[in-house]
């Protein structure tokens, strides 16, 4: 399944039209391997910075936060919201 899809799937299951996900969030809801982190970090990034790019939901605001699980570290929030319908 495409990232597209699982962000698509993501959304509507959790029933929000906005909502802040980070990487580890998603790929630990759909059980993914820590080897698909760069492909969603990376999607997600497209998503903020590409706006003709083809997807239900665009990344408004990429934030840094600092989180002590499971380790402390910096990581990025994105906060991913519903396209208008046009």
Excluded at 51 to 67: A, N
Aim: with cysteine; glycine share 2%; aromatic share 12%.
């Amino acid at each position: 399944m495409k990232v597209s899809e699982l962000l698509e799937k993501y959304m509507e299951e959790c029933g929000q039209s906005e909502q802040w996900i980070t990487v580890y969030d998603f790929r630990t809801y759909f059980d993914l391997e820590n080897l698909t982190a760069p492909i969603i970090s990376g999607f997600l990034r497209r998503l903020h910075h590409n706006t003709r790019f083809f997807c239900r939901y665009r990344v408004e605001k990429i934030e840094k936060v600092k989180v002590s699980v499971p380790q402390p570290r910096m990581i990025k929030r994105y906060l991913v919201r519903k396209r208008s319908a046009r």
